[in-house]
């Protein structure tokens, strides 16, 4: 399993995880025709795991858009969102930390599991949302900048660096 250590300068420890096993490819980029979170082109039920330490703020069986989805807000006020989700593995209001299996992943539409959403094939969606605007996707962040952010050029996973082309 893939976990990393981070430790600040003001000495504080943080610990970041990939959203879901560390083969997984990119197969849409944020921003990509407008995309406002990065998909991992996964298999149905696959694990998925909390990036960053929070609370589950979220855990919606089935909406229009992400199907299964569910949302953690983090330390510092910005939240993830995992969608098409098959199944979940924890529940709205628990403590995760980082590297904790939250959910399955999900979305193939030719499966005979609901919470699929707008999915065409077996895959995970996540996003960051900032402070703020919670409660909708227009100012989403790239979700991989974002994890970034917690790292030096030298302490950069080489998942990331490949998303951001710096390898």
Not at 62 to 86: K, Q, W
Request: with cysteine.
């Amino acid at each position: 399993m893939w976990i990393n250590v981070i430790q600040t300068p003001d000495n504080i420890k943080i610990v970041s995880h990939h959203p879901t096993i560390e083969t997984a490819l990119v197969c849409q980029r944020f921003g990509h025709l407008d995309h406002v979170g990065v998909d991992f082109n996964v298999k149905v039920g696959t694990n998925v795991y909390a990036v960053l330490d929070g609370v589950v703020s979220q855990a919606v069986d089935n909406v229009r858009v992400y199907g299964r989805y569910m949302t953690i807000t983090h330390s510092d006020g910005y939240m993830s969102l995992y969608a098409h989700l098959s199944a979940f593995k924890v529940k709205k209001g628990a403590v995760v930390k980082s590297g904790d299996i939250i959910a399955l992943s999900g979305g193939d539409p030719g499966d005979n599991i609901d919470g699929d959403g707008w999915s065409t094939a077996a895959h995970l969606h996540w996003e960051v949302r900032v402070p703020d605007h919670l409660d909708n996707n227009l100012y989403n962040i790239d979700p991989i900048k974002y994890l970034a952010a917690f790292y030096t050029k030298d302490t950069l996973p080489n998942w990331i660096k490949i998303y951001l082309n710096e390898e």
